[in-house]
């Protein structure tokens, strides 16, 4: 495994983390779960990120992440990046969803009561909310890295303009922001904009999440929708229109460049979106251990020439997710 220091923090990430979102809750298989995150950490993956939502249902994620913990790792704790986020939606009523200092209380509580955690490395304001004072929420933060909750504290997919204010508040408090967490990939290229300009500001760093587009930057849809593919689940994230023809075209002609650099699709996407040293580290989310096998290759070949970047940029003029 290769690390990398978050922005200007002295603790290191690496450049390839393990996200829950998906495929580790009581709905899913418990022993495939817990053979990945073995493997993932046998691999040298020390980071793994959660949030009180993750599922399904809601929190499951963090239950059994904390039960593999205790059967299985529990005396390398030390040697693990555990996160975890409160904001969106997470049980019914007026304080179950949203930032506000008694949502991010709450919620941390009862993470850490699912986890059997005394803190949590990293904890994160999951998503701007238009109806809590941003000092509001950023306070809760500061106070949870000064309870001892939490080690470091990040912000994930807030606006540009928020998150200015949200970092300077964080700064000027002896708390900085240690990382900003947003969609990335080919077809999300909006960070680049503005987001990573911001975390080099600041000193932050910049973790990905969904740097594979939900799987359309893989060669799994290029000769149409897989049965039991994100796509093909109408309560997924991945609507089964969004794989359009134009997409699925430039992954076509971006397959060939992978094929020449010896790479597959989804190899190649996740070097891709290593290529600019702001961007500290990828969480990926994977069904099984040969999934994640194989984004690990990735590593193994992160460095572009312009030629190749050229044509990359290229083929993915005018796409977008």
């Not at 089964?240 to 699709?265: D, I």
Request: hydrophobic content about 40%.
């Amino acid at each position: 495994m290769k690390y990398s220091y978050c922005g200007k923090s002295g603790l290191q990430l690496p450049l390839i983390s393990l996200g829950l979102w998906h495929n580790f809750g009581f709905a899913d298989n418990y022993e495939t779960a817990r053979e990945m995150i073995i493997y993932a950490f046998e691999q040298g993956i020390t980071h793994f990120d959660l949030a009180n939502n993750y599922g399904p249902p809601p929190g499951s994620a963090e239950s059994n992440f904390g039960r593999i913990l205790k059967e299985n790792l529990s005396s390398h704790r030390d040697e693990m990046i555990i996160s975890s986020k409160a904001g969106h939606l997470m049980w019914e009523g007026p304080y179950g969803d949203g930032s506000s200092r008694k949502q991010l209380m709450a919620s941390i509580n009862q993470s850490l009561k699912r986890t059997g955690l005394d803190y949590f490395d990293i904890f994160y304001s999951h998503r701007f909310d238009p109806f809590t004072p941003i000092e509001e929420t950023m306070q809760a933060l500061v106070d949870i890295v000064r309870a001892g909750k939490a080690l470091y504290v990040g912000i994930s997919k807030y606006p540009p303009e928020e998150a200015r204010l949200a970092m300077r508040y964080l700064m000027d408090s002896d708390v900085p922001c240690l990382i900003f967490q947003d969609k990335y990939s080919m077809f999300n290229r909006q960070p680049e904009q503005e987001i990573l300009g911001l975390t080099r500001e600041f000193g932050s760093g910049f973790i990905a999440f969904s740097p594979l587009a939900q799987g359309l930057l893989t060669d799994k849809y290029l000769h149409g929708i897989p049965e039991y593919s994100r796509a093909a689940d109408p309560a997924g994230f991945l609507q089964r229109e969004q794989v359009s023809s134009m997409l699925v075209e430039k992954v076509t002609k971006l397959n060939e460049v992978a094929s020449n650099r010896g790479q597959s699709m989804a190899e190649m996407a996740l070097s891709w979106a290593l290529r600019d040293e702001g961007v500290t580290s990828l969480i990926v989310g994977a069904r099984n251990v040969d999934q994640l096998e194989e984004n690990l290759v990735a590593l193994d070949n992160i460095s572009f020439t312009q030629e190749e970047l050229l044509q990359i940029d290229q083929i993915l003029d005018g796409a977008t997710l």
